[in-house]
């Protein structure tokens, strides 16, 4: 039984290395995988790429910026969070407000969640990129517009949010181009 997990072990390590090993070789050296090329005959496929490049806007700027306003809003919430964990940490508090703490880091934290979702949401509706902001019912919807923007586009972002957001009582749509 003893010489069995032994060679369970052995074989499982063995098996570890030869991926891992092959994993680097082929970082190193990539191959292009085609199936065609593997299994058919190489001399008669011919393989044509689209010209993507010249489809492709990039909007790394913008994106990069929208990144940056996540992180500062991670930022800013995380600080909460932490205050209010400490709040509920606190032994010299009373119970109601350790209660009131933690339901505030629950609506914080239903908030945050509710912001990403939306923002997911709104590039569905075919912008490249969004950002969602609520504070205190007002919500503040900053998306990149590669076609310009338009007063029909905005009140269809305004609605979206009104109708999915029970708690936002006003909208304000923003637009990068």
């Known amino acids: 039984m003893k010489a069995n997990k032994r060679t369970v072990w052995f074989l499982t390590l063995l098996s570890l290395v030869a991926v891992i090993s092959i994993y680097y070789l082929k970082k190193e050296a990539p191959m292009d995988l085609d199936a065609m090329a593997i299994f058919g005959d190489n001399d008669k496929v011919t393989v044509s790429k689209p010209d993507v490049e010249s489809a492709i806007k990039p909007v790394y700027a913008d994106a990069m910026q929208f990144e940056e306003m996540r992180m500062n809003l991670m930022n800013e919430r995380s600080t909460e969070k932490a205050l209010l964990t400490t709040k509920m940490l606190d032994s010299a508090l009373s119970a109601e407000d350790k209660i009131a703490a933690y339901e505030?880091?629950?609506?914080?934290?239903?908030?945050?969640?509710?912001?990403?979702?939306?923002?997911?949401?709104?590039?569905?509706?075919?912008?490249?990129?969004?950002?969602?902001?609520?504070?205190?019912?007002?919500?503040?919807?900053?998306?990149?517009?590669?076609?310009?923007?338009?007063?029909?586009?905005?009140?269809?972002?305004?609605?979206?949010?009104?109708?999915?957001?029970?708690?936002?009582?006003?909208?304000?749509?923003?637009?990068?181009?």
């Open 104 to 177: 505030e880091l629950n609506e914080l934290n239903k908030q945050t969640s509710a912001e990403e979702m939306m923002e997911i949401q709104i590039r569905n509706l075919g912008f490249p990129d969004a950002f969602v902001k609520m504070e205190k019912g007002k919500v503040t919807v900053t998306v990149i517009a590669e076609d310009g923007h338009s007063s029909k586009m905005a009140a269809e972002i305004t609605q979206y949010v009104m109708t999915s957001w029970e708690n936002a009582r006003t909208v304000q749509v923003e637009f990068m181009e």
